[in-house]
């Protein structure tokens, strides 16, 4: 035969005999003291025995920003990320508006390396991480090497017309008119 209130109370983990031995009210009182007197006394126990977990480092953002001199943003920038906290350097490049961005970086601090062709490379030392979310890096230009040269023609050093001798050579004397051959 089954038992509706019994098997309710089977289904939400409590086991609750109906029978002679139980009185209706004892059970009740049982019921919602037992909870209660655990709680109390065994609660702060508990939390005695259990070891403290710190919490773990909170992860931060940071943005590098990076224009010229004229506060044009500056696309296409190599930037780096290096820290004692990181095994290995963080790379990123800056998108059209010269914004570049890492993520999830442990608090602490950081170098960061800009560098672009045609720009001289920037280093900024000892970032604090918690307390700067976004870093402005300025690149100078480096500045185009230009030369002029004013290129004037020459006046001929032989004039034709100015000749002080002339001789004409015979054939016999153009084949003794020495010349560097292959063994000299």
């Given at each position: 035969?089954?038992?509706?209130?019994?098997?309710?109370?089977?289904?939400?983990?409590?086991?609750?005999?109906?029978?002679?031995?139980?009185?209706?009210?004892?059970?009740?009182?049982?019921?919602?003291?037992?909870?209660?007197?655990?709680?109390?006394?065994?609660?702060?126990?508990?939390?005695?025995?259990?070891?403290?977990?710190?919490?773990?480092?909170?992860?931060?953002?940071?943005?590098?920003?990076?224009?010229?001199?004229?506060?044009?943003?500056?696309?296409?920038?190599?930037?780096?990320?290096?820290?004692?906290?990181?095994?290995?350097?963080l790379r990123c490049e800056t998108d059209f508006a010269g914004h570049c961005q890492f993520t999830?970086?442990?608090?602490?601090?950081?170098?960061?390396?800009?560098?672009?062709?045609?720009?001289?490379?920037?280093?900024?030392?000892?970032?604090?991480?918690?307390?700067?979310?976004?870093?402005?890096?300025?690149?100078?230009?480096?500045?185009?090497?230009?030369?002029?040269?004013?290129?004037v023609e020459s006046p001929l050093a032989i004039d034709p017309g100015q000749i002080s001798s002339?001789?004409?050579?015979?054939?016999?004397?153009?084949?003794?008119?020495?010349?560097?051959?292959?063994?000299?």
């Open positions: 035969m089954a038992h509706p209130e019994r098997d309710q109370k089977r289904r939400y983990g409590i086991t609750v005999g109906i029978g002679a031995n139980r009185c209706p009210m004892s059970r009740g009182i049982t019921d919602s003291v037992l909870p209660l007197f655990l709680t109390v006394v065994l609660a702060p126990w508990l939390a005695a025995q259990t070891p403290h977990i710190p919490d773990p480092p909170k992860a931060t953002t940071l943005t590098v920003v990076v224009n010229d001199e004229n506060g044009v943003p500056v696309a296409g920038a190599r930037v780096q990320l290096q820290s004692a906290q990181l095994p290995n350097a999830a970086l442990p608090s602490g601090a950081y170098e960061v390396h800009v560098e672009k062709s045609n720009f001289y490379a920037s280093v900024l030392p000892n970032i604090q991480l918690a307390a700067v979310p976004e870093v402005d890096v300025t690149l100078a230009a480096v500045p185009a090497a230009r030369e002029v040269i004013d290129v002339k001789e004409e050579l015979t054939a016999a004397e153009l084949i003794t008119i020495p010349y560097p051959g292959p063994h000299d």
